[in-house]
């Protein structure tokens, strides 16, 4: 088994790296607020004071920050990841960052003789929980495969896309699919009520039509519940339709509808419901409040 460094214990880093430490790994945690390490330090891992140390020593570095800043922060900064690692370490980062962000941590780390993997997932908290995300792998091919035991540990499906920054595209992808279905169901929700449909009915068919998909099965009752609990917080989908938008334009694409959903996300955001449960949009366009 492999010595891992993991930065950053949120709600879905702290479970991945639980499934690690489940698979035999032995772990070198580092996250700002030190108490989230607490149930990981419980079980053996070393907590360290920034993410240098963690790596320092490590096979592996794995990374689940919020966005691009904390990802320079933790990769590039001044105690950053990158600088401490030794030649030949591979780092897993499964933050949603821009491929841009992608690309310049891996050249860093290439000047460094570091492989840099972009690893974004897909999945929220009970598929991190139960080992079943799907994982999108920007970089290096080789080290892509001598990854795999650790992959294998976090997700159900592993994927390599292609070059540096790929994973990172197609997470961004996923990710505006996902909220622009999520609106849909928002409003579907409404007229649905509004025109006094049984909602466990509602459920039953779209569950079972054309529509049904995780996103349906998981969101749409959380709406009709009024339950806003996050599984993922609005903000950060705000955050990545924001970075979808600015790729879609360095590549010259219209994106219409991204924009519009983005737009309902911002105004969510904007109304202090950034904290709750991205499918919280339905606030918003219901003009509802929590």
Not at 183 to 191: S, T
């Amino acid at each position: 088994m492999s010595t891992v460094a993991f930065l950053g214990l949120g709600a879905m880093g702290s479970r991945m790296a639980m499934n690690l430490h489940a698979a035999g790994h032995k772990l070198r945690v580092y996250n700002r607020d030190k108490a989230k390490a607490r149930p990981l330090a419980d079980q053996g891992a070393e907590v360290c004071d920034s993410p240098a140390a963690a790596a320092k020593g490590a096979e592996f570095v794995c990374s689940m920050v919020s966005d691009d800043v904390a990802t320079r922060a933790v990769m590039l900064g001044s105690k950053g990841a990158v600088e401490a690692a030794a030649p030949g370490t591979i780092v897993l980062d499964s933050s949603t960052n821009t491929p841009a962000m992608a690309r310049e941590v891996a050249f860093a780390a290439r000047e460094k003789g570091v492989f840099y993997l972009d690893a974004p997932v897909s999945g929220s908290l009970p598929q991190a929980q139960a080992k079943e995300l799907v994982i999108m792998v920007g970089g290096d091919r080789a080290a892509f495969d001598k990854a795999q035991p650790l992959l294998s540990a976090m997700g159900s499906m592993v994927r390599y896309i292609g070059a540096a920054g790929a994973g990172a595209t197609l997470k961004l992808i996923n990710n505006m699919l996902s909220a622009s279905l999520t609106l849909a169901l928002a409003e579907a929700a409404q007229v649905a009520e509004a025109g006094n449909i049984d909602r466990d009915v509602a459920l039953e068919v779209l569950g079972a039509g054309a529509t049904g998909c995780r996103l349906t099965k998981s969101r749409l009752p959380k709406m009709f519940k009024r339950d806003f609990s996050a599984l993922f917080q609005l903000s950060l989908m705000e955050k990545d339709l924001r970075y979808f938008l600015a790729l879609a334009q360095e590549l010259d694409r219209p994106v219409p509808l991204a924009a519009l959903v983005r737009s309902q996300y911002q105004a969510a955001r904007r109304a202090d419901f950034g904290k709750l449960d991205s499918c919280a949009v339905f606030l918003q366009s219901a003009g509802e409040k929590q």
